[in-house]
């Protein structure tokens, strides 16, 4: 008898598919349901299915996450609510897949694949969910900044710059100067290069809002920020970043 | 436009080699009139001439002036010995004879003045030329900022919400119908606010206190045991009527929002949110609290799992501030246990 387990992390979507597989695939045996990542894996390496309906968007650990370390000869069905690259990146690769809100037509054409089809090669699908999950380099989201005990936290697309000043580094948003304590190349390497832009020594400043860039005769330029009285001068090496290309 | 330019630095430059001929004639440095302007146009001449072979050749380094002096001095002997062949058969003459010295450096000063002359002018119409094109890299920028906030802000409807919302809503159909239809009905009043660009409506606290607990109701028929909630209303408060406060629309509603995306559904065990209300003689205050997995230990985001996270707080503090000036504040703060605070203070007029 063909077995199966279900994993989503929304109680009654399980339930749903329970009830739905039952009416249209009796002879499948739902031998357990998971409602987070973590669970599936522990479930799969003990009951071994022979299919694994996975959601994808998960606590803990993503659907994708969870098909990777599942035995080669697991049957994978996706099921997505929207991901809507992962959907075409499933149709090219032959994996099964179901949108929710599952419908009983597209279960029931996706139960006939299941019981004729070998599983997708494990390689293959390793592949898969690598150019998935491909790590889209994270930058730094939030600030840490405060004064004494009070921590506060700034979204990073507030700031205007930072500025090295003395030990700290003042973080400039459109209302407040902020401190904080840290180095700037620290900094800068967890923040997003093509929004932040390194012009000197110390400073960094967000790109959007520059207002105008002014070459002198020693290749620096002088930069306008909108909304901003100050002025800051990017150095003759970082001149480079305003050169037209 | 080019040939125009190029015809035009060989005027001022034939008319300044006529002038430096002159003036070399009446210091008594050349034999005649005729000898020193051949002489001095063959330089002239010969310098622009290596100007514009190299700029073909190097189009980047226009602007330099070591090149520009290479350029200029190589254009001075060329030129000199073509002067010395043309007006005696000796190419090396002006090299030679006994008032060649003194030409020879009148040639080279005059040569490198006007070599950096040259270099400079192009700096300056670079330099405009790079201003400018910076100025409309950004402006394309821009577009492409309001591109997106337009797109932002008409997906404020999460989509993954939305899917799984409706997916909820199915699988309860069979089972408890009354819920699927109560729940259908929020979720289209839900969509009716937030499609209707209400972006700078004003709204009243009741209104968008009804907003954020069919938000809620909605996630918590989703998530089951994994959200619990609560909206409180501060004793001090219990004398206003919130029908009678005006706030901004959908200026709370985000931070709930953020609240179960970045706190509540990434946590396995889930959590709770409190949202707390409080009126002061002449500020209102909105506390979102919730008890999520707070930052720093979110999962990277995956390339498929598209997050504007944060956004919406830009978005609301632009707001704040282009409705009340200094007069509202939003701060996000951790909690010492777990989660995070976001505390909203605002006027209880909002200012016309």
Redesign the interface.
Known sequence: MTTALIVD?????V??LV?KLAKLWPELDVVGTAE?G?EAVTLAQKLKPDIVFLD??M??L?G?AVAETLPKDSKIVFVT???Q??ADAFEQSAVDYL????GEERLTKTIQRLKQKEPVAKADLVALVKT?????V?FL??L?VGLDD?????????VVYFKVDLKYIDVVT??KTYLLRQSLSDLESQLDPDVFWRINRGCIVR??Q??????D?RGRYDITLYDQDQTLRASQPFGYL???S | MLWKRHLLIFLVNTISCILIAVFIKTQNLAPSYTKALIVSLCIGWSVQLTFTIFSRFFPNQSTSYLLGLVQSVIGLLVGMLLGGFLISGNALLVFLTPYANNGFFFSLFFAVVGGTVVVTLMRLKEQKQEILEFEANQLRQEVTLSETKLQFLQAQIEPHFLFNTLSNITSLIPTEPLLAEKSLINLTGLLRIKFDGSQNKVSTLADELWLIRTYLDLHNMRLGKRLKFEIVINKSAEGFDLASINVPSLLIQPLVENAIQHGIEPSILGGSIRVLVDIESNKVLVKVIDTGIGIGVEQPINAIMTSHAGIGLSNIRARLSAIYGENASLKITENKDAGITATLIMLREVPE
Not at chain 1, 132 to 136: A, D, G, I, R, V
Not at chain 1, 150 to 157: F, G, S
């Open positions: 992390d929304e109680p009654k979507l339930n749903y009830v987070n973590l994808i968007k606590p803990g993503n994708l609510a929207f991901d690259y992962a949108l929710k809100p599952v998935l999950t491909s790590p889209k994270s989201k939030w840490r009070i921590t506060e936290l700034v979204p990073i697309q507030d459109q209302n790109v959007d520059i207002a105008k860039a002014k070459r005769f305003f050169k037209k």
